[in-house]
């Protein structure tokens, strides 16, 4: 059963890079259904889709995102990262990693991490 | 972008009752809808997706409906373990969205 597990700082200071990496047990098929995602949830608020990627490495990030955001894969390690530059308190959040199936007519996110509370402040 | 509208935002209930969530979508989404359950300090849980295909190992008292633009969640008798957080999501398109959320709580 494929597990992930978010890890990286609990604490970043503004203006700084946040980074997060996703660790899959059972490891990331060579496969073209699934894509490895990210996703944030700020307190008392829904849920943010960040991006995703494919195990070719080819990526897509919400427009919201994109100009600070950067996902990257690992397979040999079976991880994937994020990257979002230049935070501040707004992205304040418990940020998780999803594997995101993708085969339609069927598509979702599952499983999920637990997900990790990271904080912006100096 | 496809915005999702999820109403009611808030919900209180019996246990026992029928409750229906509702989720609209701004442009058509076809059955690319999708929803999950969140319990405080938890991962969100897929629930159903498709519109209405449940995912397996969830309870038979879910049921989802809907295509195009209007999608509704129902839990048909509600047990205690059902009190949570319940959000949409649409993966017609990009960016992907969710709605932002009904929260279900014991009356």
């Known amino acids: 059963q494929v597990q992930l597990q978010e890890s990286g700082p609990g604490l970043v200071k503004p203006s700084q890079t946040l980074s997060l990496t996703c660790t899959v047990s059972?490891?990331?098929?060579?496969?073209?259904?699934?894509?490895w995602t990210w996703i944030r949830q700020p307190a008392g608020a829904g849920l943010e889709w960040i991006g995703r990627?494919?195990?070719?490495?080819?990526?897509y990030y919400s427009p919201s995102f994109e100009s600070r955001v950067t996902i990257s894969l690992d397979t040999s390690m079976n991880q994937f990262s994020l990257k979002l530059t230049s935070v501040n308190a707004a992205d304040t959040a418990v940020y998780y990693c999803?594997?995101?199936?993708?085969?339609?007519?069927?598509?979702?996110?599952?499983?999920w991490g637990q997900g990790i509370l990271v904080t912006v402040s100096s | 972008d496809f915005q999702l509208t999820q109403s009611p935002s808030f919900l209180s209930a019996s246990l026992g009752d029928r409750v229906t969530i509702t989720c609209r979508a701004s442009?058509?989404?076809?059955?690319?809808l999708v929803w999950y359950q969140q319990k405080p300090g938890r991962a969100p849980k897929l629930l159903i997706h498709?519109?209405?295909t449940l995912q397996g190992g969830v309870p038979s008292r879910f049921s989802g409906s809907g295509s195009g633009t209007e999608f509704t969640l129902t839990i048909s008798s509600l047990q205690p373990e059902d009190f949570a957080t319940y959000h949409c999501?649409?993966?017609?398109?990009?960016?992907?969205?969710f709605g932002q959320g009904t929260r279900l709580e014991i009356k």
């Open positions: 059972g490891g990331i098929p060579s496969s073209g259904d699934y894509y």
């Open positions: 999501q649409q993966l017609n398109d990009y960016p992907v969205t």
């Open positions: 999803a594997r995101w199936y993708n085969k339609s007519p069927f598509r979702w996110f599952d499983p």
């Open positions: 442009q058509d989404i076809r059955n690319y």
């Open positions: 990627i494919h195990y070719r490495g080819n990526t």
């Open positions: 498709a519109a209405s």
